[in-house]
Nanobody
Framework: GQLVESGGGSVQPGGSLRLSCAGR????????MSWYRQAPGKERELVAA????????NYADSVKGRFTISRDNVKKTVFLQMNSLKPEDTAVYYC?????WGQGTQVTVSS
């Protein structure tokens, strides 16, 4: 299987970005999905997760109310909508399925 991320970039504080992650080569709809991030010099941390059917989500306290995880099982894609971005959100963001990681996409929040 493979996970292919897109949508990263640079944005000013207060801005928004939407990350996408397409799953290939496995039964996407059967698996929970999650987003992690890793900032320079820090450990990789869980940002958000969603169940296989999309009915249950959970978030790190640092992003609650600002980020939204969702999925489209027909398109085999999971999304992370990021609003009200802060400089401390700067990191490489990774998509994850059980046993599988994406390549990562850089998000930079800076004025």
């Amino acid at each position: 299987g493979q996970l292919v991320e897109s949508g990263g970039g640079s944005v000013q504080p207060g801005g928004s970005l939407r990350l996408s992650c397409a799953g290939r080569g496995f039964t996407f709809s059967s698996y929970p999905m999650s987003w992690y991030r890793q900032a320079p010099g820090k450990e990789r941390e869980l940002v958000a997760a969603i169940t296989s059917g999309g009915g249950i989500t959970n978030y790190a306290d640092s992003v609650k109310g600002r980020f939204t995880i969702s999925r489209d099982n027909v398109k085999k894609t999971v999304f992370l909508q990021m609003n009200s971005l802060k400089p401390e959100d700067t990191a490489v963001y990774y998509c994850k399925a059980p046993g599988l990681w994406g390549q990562g996409t850089q998000v930079t929040v800076s004025s």
